[in-house]
């Protein structure tokens, strides 16, 4: 390489001592045919969504933002449309009012749930703030405080789907059935997006009219195809991780059926009201140009993902998934076995950071989780997972989730970093 002695300096410079950045680079030489793989989804992708922008006429007066009540709200109601054809569904909502991925999934659920009705998750615990919204641990307003009933069944040791127990936990009450594609604070193998759809046409088989929702969060834009394109009556996910390219500043989206899709607008507004509201202010040109950006931005995120695994399963420890299976969403988790790896590992990609590189995160009790959680991140969007973030619960088996980075080289500088917080912490030895 022209530059690679410059380079080699610079990573100096930064920090990278000049065996943890060989370390790197020989293990990055074994990873350019999956890398080649990740730039071809991206391409596909780059096409998919620029053919649904095409096609629904994005124009300049789209970029424009309503105030007040947000009628006719063209830039809005476009971008709608965009995500609906992104997705293959008939209708989106998309909207800064939906503050998180948590208000999304819930919006979804509260929606589309009434007092009597049961929601099953086949695939085990959700997302822990989900417990929350459900009711699993009580909490108020929860949907078991109005009356709406909850039932699991856990993924097989294995990891796959329970079948004989799902099908009998179908019944005439169930309406909702929740499907998370990505693996969320556990060490269970996140779902593709075609073994989501077995189940889906599994759950379809014994009830068609049940609702399958899938937790798309931090898969969008990994694959080719998306839940909506294997069955999914709804897919649900945040603008701070992969669909806002690092550019959205908040917001949420729910892609779907258009009864499932209006009834959540119907609840984030108002009965009677609906789509129909709901100033963007000036926010409309970051969720259109960061959903422009989201498949290379993914793409990168993967690659660090991919490149982290392989760094550390090379070390020794547990790596989910492991440094050759296939992706499905961008989160990487390894297993530190220790705080002490857990709170290294954050330091070095706090360290990594444009932003707040010089602060040292600290474990605290963050609302929604039951343990007290370490967060590495120094985003210019507060508490963005598509930027280069690191974060773990402090609990057995003191294991870190790693996911983002705006570009690839950020997120290899990012890693490199905390191997060096960790080689100099005697953690690791190299
Ligand atoms: C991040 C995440 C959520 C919640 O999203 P927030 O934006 O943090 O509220 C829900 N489910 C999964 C699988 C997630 O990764």
Same mark, same amino acid.
């Given at each position: ?59 300049? @007066? ?78 108020? /307003? ?26 009998? $936990? ?77 550019? @959205?500043?908040?917001? /949420? ?20 009201? /609906? ?25 990168? $995120?993967?690659? /660090?993902?991919?490149? !982290? ?20 969403? #961008? ?12 709170? $290294? ?25 039951? $343990?007290?959680? #370490?967060?590495? !991140? ?11 973030? !690191? ?19 950020? @997120? ?8 060096? !917080?960790?080689?100099?912490?005697? #953690?690791?030895? #190299?």
């Amino acid at each position: 390489m022209k530059h690679s002695g410059e380079l080699a300096a610079m990573y100096q410079e930064m920090g990278i001592s000049p065996k943890v950045a060989g370390f790197g680079n020989k293990i990055l030489e074994e990873l350019a045919e999956r890398f080649c793989e990740i730039d071809e989804t991206a391409e596909y992708n780059q096409l998919k969504v620029l053919q649904a922008m095409q096609k629904n006429q994005v124009s300049e @007066a789209c970029l424009l933002g309503t105030t007040g009540y947000g009628y006719n709200d063209l830039g809005r109601d476009t971008l709608e449309a965009v995500y609906a054809d992104v997705f293959h569904t008939e209708d989106a909502l998309v909207r800064p009012q939906i503050t998180c991925g948590t208000h999304a999934l819930a919006l979804a659920l509260m929606s589309n749930l009434r007092p009597g009705d049961e929601l099953l998750s086949p695939v085990g615990k959700p997302y822990d703030t989900l417990e929350e919204v459900i009711g699993i641990r009580p909490s108020r /307003g929860s949907l078991a405080e109005y009356g709406v009933t909850y039932r699991q069944v856990d993924l097989l040791p294995d990891g796959s789907f329970d079948y004989e127990n799902i099908r009998k $936990a179908v019944n005439e009450r169930t309406r909702l059935v929740t499907i998370q594609r990505s693996k969320g604070y556990q060490t269970r193998p996140t779902l593709s997006v075609s073994r989501i759809g077995e189940l889906i046409a599994f759950i379809k088989g014994i009830r068609p009219d049940v609702i399958c929702m899938v937790d798309n969060c931090y898969g969008e834009f990994v694959e080719t195809l998306e839940p909506t394109d294997v069955g999914a009556d709804m897919a649900v996910g945040s603008l701070i991780k992969n669909p806002g390219g690092g550019l @959205a500043p908040i917001g /949420g989206y729910i892609a779907g059926q258009k009864s499932c899709v209006e009834n959540a607008a119907y609840r984030l507004t108002s009965p009677g009201l /609906g789509k129909e509201v709901g100033a963007s202010l000036g926010i409309l040109p970051q969720f259109y140009q960061g959903l422009f950006l989201a498949p290379t931005v993914t793409a990168g $995120a993967l690659k /660090g993902a991919i490149f !982290a695994a392989n760094i550390y399963e090379r070390l020794g420890f547990l790596v989910v998934p492991d440094g050759s299976e296939s992706r499905h969403d #961008i989160i990487q988790a390894v297993t530190f076995g220790t705080p002490e790896g857990v709170t $290294a590992f954050c330091e070095g990609i706090q360290a990594a950071a444009p932003v707040d590189s010089h602060v040292t995160p600290e474990p605290w009790d963050m609302p929604g989780y039951d $343990a007290k959680v #370490i967060m590495a !991140a120094g985003a210019f969007v507060s508490g963005s997972s598509i930027e280069l973030s !690191a974060d773990g619960p402090i609990r057995e088996p003191y294991a870190v989730y790693f996911q983002g980075g705006l570009t690839w080289q950020h @997120a290899k500088f990012g890693i490199l970093k905390s191997l060096q !917080a960790l080689v100099d912490k005697k #953690i690791v030895q #190299i």
